[in-house]
């Protein structure tokens, strides 16, 4: 049973990637369901993925935390959420990080009742999704029923005026080619071959429009799968967060590697292609719920997964990726009856 009878004010911390962010949504409708739809939920999280919420009418305000480990008192930005928990305390800490760097800002953040990493002495948590660990560090306080039906969700702009900026069409499957590692010095090694890819869009734009999608920066990296045929929309760097949301949200399909986008996608419930390599595809894969379907593609080798580990490290092939070719991803498409 949870620990708590009554919580009206709620803060959640994590500074993460955008697809840890993603994660984390699945909190906000568990803690409704316990504690009823009035309760006041606000986030620490970084600026640009902090962008996330920007049409979730469940989020109160979000507190931006751009340098995570200067000191607070030279960041105006902790002070800031300090200041503002003094004025009004918080009933609820939540915190999703682990990181030294915030442990001072959870002891002067003012809250009665404070649960979550780096707070609780927790047992780490091997092969299970990320979303499943997440939710573990707040089983505390939410009655397990609630939290079995706890999932990530999001909420993107209208369709509507998609369609209308960009000239959407009805169906069109969505390709997100890109991942945060991408600029990265180094073996990228999370990432597709450009051959593939371009092999793969040739392949698939034949028989339906396709929307090539990536963040503003990624451009140098699109330009080695350019030029693209006919029926496909090139987004990239033209979508905010809530933008991608809705694109991806209505799409037939969403073909990526491990990336923010995957996880947007098994959010929004899109079929969801992944192509995974040196990661697990059980661990790293996109949080599968009871609405969603995730197909992660992967050849499954006897090296794999090796992500973060010396094997990876020492290996300059990266045949768990290479080797997944344009026609499994299609024959994956097809026996899914999205083709």
């Known amino acids: 049973m949870p620990i708590l009878k009554e919580v009206k004010r709620v803060l959640i911390l994590r500074c993460g990637a955008l697809g ?76 999703l990080e682990f990181g030294k760097q915030f442990k001072s800002l959870i002891q002067a953040i003012d809250a009665k ?25 707040y089983s505390d306080i939410v009655e397990p029923s609630i939290l079995l039906k706890a999932k990530p969700i999001l909420f993107g702009k209208p369709f509507a005026k998609l369609i209308s900026k960009f000239s959407l069409p009805k169906h069109y499957i969505v ?11 180094g073996l990228n090694y999370r990432a597709w071959p450009f051959e593939h890819w371009r092999s ?27 030029p693209y045929p006919k029926n496909v929309i090139d987004l990239v760097s033209q979508l905010s967060i809530s933008e991608l949301i809705t694109t991806v949200q209505h799409s037939s399909a969403l073909i990526c590697t491990d990336s923010a986008t995957g996880h947007i996608g098994a959010a929004v419930d899109t079929p969801t292609f992944v192509l995974m390599g040196p990661n697990n595809p059980i661990t ?31 290996c300059q092939e990266n045949i768990c990726m290479t080797q997944i070719t344009p026609a499994m991803v299609v024959e994956s498409l097809k026996s899914t009856k999205v083709l």
């Open 20 to 95: 840890d962010l993603v994660y984390a949504t699945s909190v906000i409708d568990a803690l409704r369901a316990q504690f009823g739809e009035e309760i006041i939920i606000d986030f620490i999280t970084t600026p640009s993925s902090g962008k996330l919420f920007e049409n979730d009418p469940r989020v109160h305000q979000i507190f931006p935390l751009k340098h995570k480990k200067i000191p607070i008192w030279l960041s105006p930005q902790k002070r800031a959420v300090i200041n503002y928990s003094k004025a009004h305390p918080y009933d609820l800490l939540i915190s």
């Open 113 to 137: 009742h404070k649960t979550g990493m780096g707070i609780l002495e927790t047992t780490e948590i091997h092969n299970i999704n990320r979303g499943e660990a997440t939710k573990s560090y």
């Open 175 to 185: 390709i997100a080619p890109s991942n945060s590692h991408n600029q990265k010095k």
């Open 200 to 226: 793969l869009i040739q392949t698939l734009s034949t028989d339906t429009p396709i929307v090539i999608v990536g963040a503003r920066g990624e451009e140098a990296f699109f330009d080695q799968i350019k």
């Open 284 to 314: 790293d894969s996109p949080y599968k719920s009871d609405t969603n379907t995730i197909y992660p593609i992967s050849l499954k080798l006897p090296c794999s997964p090796c992500y973060k580990t010396e094997a990876m490290k020492q």
